[in-house]
């Protein structure tokens, strides 16, 4: 039997590791945020975590090893074994290698071979086992406190370094550029970042790095004194976020892209929402004679610019439209043409200034976060002309979504890196340019809170209006989703559940055809996207 005990106790540490791996990447994933991370719990695969058939087994054991049934412990390696065969023949999840994830996984797995010194015994490690969420959570919540104090200092130092920059000789300031919203950010940063480079020296956060852990980085390790324009992307999870991240950089200029019930479950309310992404924040924040420029086609962004009132003397407002018919832009466009792959418009100016504009990025969504740019790159000094050059220099890629020739000749258009409510509807617009059959694939979308049900109903009309297939990865809000299609015309049999990467592309290499389209749309399986695309 005591041979048998140090069996099940290899197996139990490997597997362990890997089960240690999983909780760190969670916690990773969710940037530490406890909202963020209890909200993971209220979706369909978060609530897979704590109620599945292998958990309920691990429980029917642990009866069975305290009733002292020898039977159990056989059981039990069986178990481990099936596990650990899992763990090194399957992919598995685990996080991005930083100093914090290797201490936090280095940390959570030595108490668990502390405890395997400690408690040998069948019995324990399967108590151990089923409490390691919670125990390994526990861990990162322990050592929080510590990385917080580190990452302050971290802060600190970026902000005494921004400090300095802004407070430079006179002809050599540095121009902060701070951009929030529920969506867009990225793109209109990416865009502005491609026009003012033809005159500035620029820097811009990257990627999607818009913490202030991730901006404090940036400040550290990139921004020097030949740069003339700093361009921020500013995101937040709860109210006062983006007051913190406006003090480390201190901007002059403020972008809100658009602003919607994406992360309303992890700011609680719609007030807190509005507080921070909805770009209060940000224009209580900016410096005096600073700019805020506003998204005249978001209803949200329209009621902060129709309700700026004396408290502002000392900011400019600047509104754009993608039409002249809601209120007296400062830039607007017209003869807009989608096309499949670029953007055809005239930007025009309240000052009459006009100048035409070709721009090879998707979907008719981008003009928003196109004209948030151009008005900026205007009011530094850059003429329509200019900033229309300067936008040939702008990639596909760089607004987050991009069509390719996958398989069998079918269009895929790859928008898998994450998802919002405007962003769905904007893409199955989009989808509307081809001629072929068109399908969507797409998780439902999370932390929406009271509203996910309406928003995901709305969705449904919306596929129904647009698509021939629809193909849902998470059960969250699926059948949200498939009443609201079904009630709008789809057939219920072309709107389907499937989260495995094999049967969803056998479905749609079934259905498809060349020239048919096919939407991936936000966190969809990276193995389906290799499966299309290669």
Request: charge should be positive.
């Amino acid at each position: 039997m005591q041979n048998l005990l140090y069996i099940i106790s290899f197996f139990w540490l490997i597997r362990t590791l890997k089960v240690v791996l999983f909780w760190i990447y969670l916690w990773q994933l969710k940037e530490y945020h406890v909202g963020r991370f209890i909200d993971h719990f209220r979706t369909h695969k978060g609530k897979k975590i704590f109620f599945n058939f292998l958990l309920l087994f691990k429980i029917i054991i642990l009866t069975l090893l305290l009733a002292n049934l020898t039977l159990a412990v056989y059981f039990l390696l069986f178990l481990y074994v099936a596990e650990f065969l899992f763990f090194v023949t399957k992919r598995f999840k685990r996080p991005v290698w930083t100093f914090k994830t290797l201490f936090l996984t280095a940390a959570s797995f030595f108490i668990a071979f502390l405890y395997l010194i400690w408690f040998q015994k069948p019995t324990a490690l399967l108590i151990f086992d089923i409490a390691s969420p919670f125990l390994f959570s526990a861990v990162v919540l322990v050592f929080q406190p510590f990385f917080v104090m580190k990452r302050n200092n971290i802060l600190e130092e970026a902000k005494e370094k921004v400090k300095k920059y802004l407070s430079a000789q006179a002809g050599k300031n540095l121009t902060v550029i701070g951009i929030t919203g529920s969506y867009g950010k990225t793109s209109t940063k990416e865009f502005l970042k491609t026009i003012l480079s033809l005159k500035f020296n620029v820097l811009a956060t990257p990627e999607h790095k818009n913490s202030e852990i991730g901006i404090a980085q940036t400040i550290l390790k990139d921004l020097n004194e030949n740069h003339q324009v700093f361009i921020v992307e500013m995101g937040a999870y709860n109210k006062g976020g983006i007051n913190l991240l406006c003090d480390i950089v201190r901007p002059k200029i403020g972008i809100v892209t658009g602003v919607n019930e994406q992360h309303l479950a992890t700011f609680g309310s719609m007030e807190n929402l509005l507080s921070a992404e909805g770009g209060r924040e940000l224009l209580n924040n900016l410096q005096k004679d600073g700019l805020i420029v506003l998204n005249g086609n978001n209803k949200y962004c329209l009621d902060l610019y129709k309700n700026m009132g004396k408290s502002y003397l000392t900011v400019t407002k600047k509104i754009f439209t993608v039409d002249h018919n809601k209120i007296s832009s400062d830039i607007w466009t017209e003869d807009v043409e989608v096309k499949k792959e670029s953007l055809d418009f005239v930007a025009v100016a309240k000052d009459k200034e006009m100048a035409h504009f070709k721009v090879d990025v998707l979907g008719k969504q981008n003009i928003q976060n196109l004209l948030g740019a151009i008005l900026v790159a205007k009011e530094l000094g850059m003429n329509l002309e200019e900033i229309s050059r300067a936008c040939k220099n702008i990639k596909q890629g760089q607004a987050g979504i991009i069509l390719k020739n996958g398989i069998h000749g079918i269009e895929i258009i790859n928008s898998s890196h994450s998802s919002n409510p405007d962003g769905v509807m904007a893409d199955l617009d989009y989808l509307k340019v081809f001629e072929g059959k068109k399908v969507i694939v797409m998780p439902c979308l999370i932390e929406l809170g009271k509203k996910s049900a309406e928003i995901h109903r709305e969705i449904g009309k919306k596929i129904a209006e647009i698509s021939d297939m629809a193909i849902i990865t998470t059960k969250d809000k699926f059948e949200e989703i498939k009443n609201s299609a079904v009630l709008n015309g789809m057939p219920k049999e072309k709107i389907l559940f499937q989260d495995r990467p094999k049967e969803i592309f056998n479905m749609i290499t079934t259905f498809c055809k060349e020239d048919d389209a096919v939407l991936l749309e936000g966190r969809v399986p990276e193995g389906l996207i290799k499966l299309l695309i290669g």
